[in-house]
């Protein structure tokens, strides 16, 4: 193997002058050398999830990525200020930086750090490695607008508490056909002609073994790969739409929930690609037939100490613990200041109507899929658990479960009652949800405070910014509509 400069990628002996990693790294980052080499690993890819849950990064050879485990990878911090197409949302050469962090003045590179506990073998490519990073400056710093440093504080905010987070994935997405994939220069706008694409299954039948044994060969595609990457795959079933699926998944503690939900999206897009489909994790596909898509999260605190689920009632017959209705508390009162988080997306807001197994406003019941916070189990279960149902699967997952740590929290801290369960919650007297990203927009800005408190003011502001550069350029938009309502008639 050949042996690079050391001055090739990153900043020499970045990661321990700094402090970095934790003992346990140092010895993943130690057993990850001798698996390279065992395994033929011949590239690496060096994955960072940016603010729009996407995994953007870069590919290393196995030389340098090993270089990469002691200096990090330089990075450019100009993709923390694009929207979902890449347009830069704030100028990039003002002499205070951006949302007046100093160290983004001229927007530098900055240095990922590999976090070697994440490695994975990548089964449908050949020698290629995957692994996730955080972001820092080049002083050491962690950049306050990496997301999964921010759930990395929310954790270590909790831990603090006597508290680990527990989550599970439950995830409906569209498998289709990809019929033209649109590559003509004139269809390569900004953002480029969305493929063309036929149904996979005509779907309508939920949950029958039918339907999903008409996509028996994806499906067992997907769970080889899926399991081979060491995912905690629990099911995979057949839902509404044509080719809409859900899966789901075993509960994981702290950042592997969220490491999971990164891994799976991604992986799933690259598998279903290569093999001439096209995965969709958008909520509501603009085409015939097609019913929208939600990720619920499932979720419980474990108590540190070894006492097990905080969730469960063990001696007052209830059907959740204190500690578990004043968490309930902080999700209801801060459901509209975070649904930026939960539901990021324009199409999001789409999926919540009254009667659609969607929330529209900020309920919680037992048992029931017309709330926003569900809640499974009972008096003494220690599987006992909140369901929130009101996320898109395309949101960021670590600022998704960051929100429900901070909201959680907030409501413990202040014994918030969330009242009784709601036995209709469709037409329970509660706030009602934002019904678009405007709303929600307007939420966080005017009740975001427990979250500035959580994540810092620099990085609500940053995705403040972002969103409403977004709403501009779809308020810019002429729509289909516009153009049958008014251009004939007119």
């Known amino acids: 193997m050949r042996s690079p400069h050391e001055s090739s990628v990153g900043q020499i002996g970045f990661i321990q002058n700094n402090g970095l990693w934790t003992d346990d790294q140092d010895s993943a980052a130690q057993e990850l050398r001798k698996r390279l080499e065992k395994e033929d690993i011949r590239r690496v890819r060096i994955a960072w999830c940016d603010q729009h849950g996407i995994a953007r990064g870069k590919t290393l050879t196995t030389p340098d990525f090993l270089l990469a485990m002691r200096n990090g990878q330089d990075f450019q911090t100009a993709t923390l200020i694009m929207d979902t197409t890449n347009n830069v949302v704030t100028p990039l050469f003002a002499k205070e930086g951006a949302y007046g962090v100093e160290e983004l003045t001229g927007f530098p590179d900055a240095i990922l750090v590999p976090d070697p506990g994440t490695f994975r073998t990548l089964p449908w490519s050949r020698g290629t490695g995957w692994v996730l990073s955080d972001m820092y400056f080049q002083s050491g710093r962690p950049v306050p607008f990496c997301s999964r440093q921010i759930m990395r504080r929310s954790l270590a ?65 997907l769970q080889d790969n899926l399991e081979a990457l060491d995912l905690p795959l629990r099911s995979m079933e057949d839902e509404w739409g044509p080719g809409q699926t859900e899966f789901t998944f075993d509960p ?27 995965a969709t994790f958008m909520t509501k596909p603009a085409l015939p037939n097609f019913f929208s898509s939600g990720w619920h999260l499932h979720q419980s605190l474990v108590g540190r100490d070894g006492s097990g689920n905080a969730f469960t009632d063990r001696t007052n017959g209830e059907v959740l613990s204190e500690v578990a209705r004043h968490f309930v508390g902080g999700l209801l009162e801060h459901a509209n200041a975070s649904s930026v988080f939960a539901t990021p997306t324009i199409n999001g807001y789409k999926r919540f109507a009254p009667f659609s197994f969607a929330p529209d406003r900020a309920s919680w019941a037992v048992e029931n899929r017309g709330a926003m916070i569900r809640v499974l189990g009972g008096p003494g279960d220690e599987s006992t658990h909140l369901e929130n149902r009101v996320g898109e699967p395309c949101a960021n997952p670590y600022l998704f479960m960051a929100t429900q740590i901070a909201a959680g929290l907030d409501g413990i801290d202040r014994s918030l009652d969330p009242g009784a369960p709601d036995a209709e919650p469709y037409g329970a007297d509660r706030r009602m949800l934002p019904t678009g990203l405007d709303e929600a927009v307007a939420a966080l800005e005017t009740e975001g405070q427990v979250f500035r408190d959580a994540f810092g003011s620099a990085f609500v502001d940053f995705i403040l910014s972002i969103k409403q550069h977004e709403l501009g350029r779809y308020r810019a938009h002429v729509t289909d509509w516009e153009q049958r309502e008014y251009f004939e008639v007119y």
């Open 157 to 221: 905010t909790l831990a603090e508490r006597g508290y680990d987070y527990l989550a599970g994935l439950e995830v409906e997405f569209y498998i289709t056909r990809l019929e033209d994939k649109k590559l003509t220069p004139e269809q390569s706008g900004w953002p480029p002609d969305a493929p063309t694409v036929s149904t996979v299954a005509h779907g309508f039948q939920y949950l029958t073994e039918i339907r999903n044994d008409e996509i028996d060969d994806i499906l067992i595609l």
């Open 252 to 278: 994981q503690l702290g950042l592997d929930s969220a490491d999971s939900m990164l891994l799976f999206r991604t992986a799933v897009k690259q598998l279903c690609r290569r093999n001439g489909l096209h």
